[in-house]
T-cell receptor
């Protein structure tokens, strides 16, 4: 079992729809990261959160530490949101933390 | 633009060869991370340096090595290359070196081993 699980693996939606991508993890963590990987390959950090909720434009990320679960929401989705969304958590490795990644959710927004 | 630069963008080489990938972090960032992204493995952490010292190690093969220089740029050396080493290699940087730091990713180097 992977330490970081994402669902769904693939998601296709119509422009304007509300999108939810889920991430669950199996161990205690200090923070969780959401990343966006564009079709060209570039990776952008969207959020780092350790509790509650963060909002940036049409993107909202929430985390429930007790349930070991985070969600990324996109409101009023647009074709330019088409990308792979990856969650990542820092896992301790002999006292140092290394990012461990989920397998990603490929989102396609159809005009 | 994240402020992190990587060279080269593309690299095509043959099995058994040795290559060096270079990364310049954002101005002021002390930590550099190296990641490998292959089609079947997803993103995998390789190694982290903080202010010139190795801080954390992931699943980095013995054929791979890295270093961070006094000017904070970093190089990842891959030797005795195999077909399976073909992948996108990203470096990222952050101001500090903890898991709660936002990491800024470079554009990646696409390595193809023929």
């Amino acid at each position: 079992k992977n330490e970081v699980e994402q669902s769904p693996q693939n998601l296709t939606a119509q422009e304007g729809e509300f999108i939810t991508i889920n991430c669950s993890y199996s161990v205690g963590i200090s923070a969780l990261h959401w990343l966006q990987q564009h079709p060209g390959g570039g990776i952008v950090s969207l959020f780092m959160l350790s509790s509650g909720k963060k909002k940036h434009g049409r993107l909202i990320a929430t985390i429930n530490i007790q349930e070991k679960h985070s969600s990324l929401h996109i409101t009023a989705s647009h074709p330019r949101d088409s990308a792979v969304y990856i969650c990542a958590v820092p896992l301790s490795n002999f006292g140092n933390e290394k990012l461990t990644f989920g397998t990603g959710t490929r989102l396609t927004i159809i005009p | 633009d994240s402020g992190v630069t990587q060279t080269p963008k593309h690299l095509i080489t043959a099995t058994g060869q040795r290559v060096t990938l270079r990364c310049s972090p954002r101005s002021g960032d002390l930590s550099v991370y190296w990641y490998q992204q292959s089609l079947d493995q997803g993103l995998q952490f390789l190694i982290q340096y903080y202010n010139g010292e190795e801080r954390a190690k992931g699943n980095i093969l013995e054929r791979f090595s890295a270093q961070q220089f006094p000017d904070l740029h970093s190089e990842l050396n891959l030797s005795s290359l195999e077909l399976g080493d073909s992948a996108l290699y990203f470096c990222a940087s952050s101001p500090g070196g903890t898991g709660t730091d936002t990491q800024y990713f470079g554009p990646g180097t696409r390595l193809t081993v023929l």
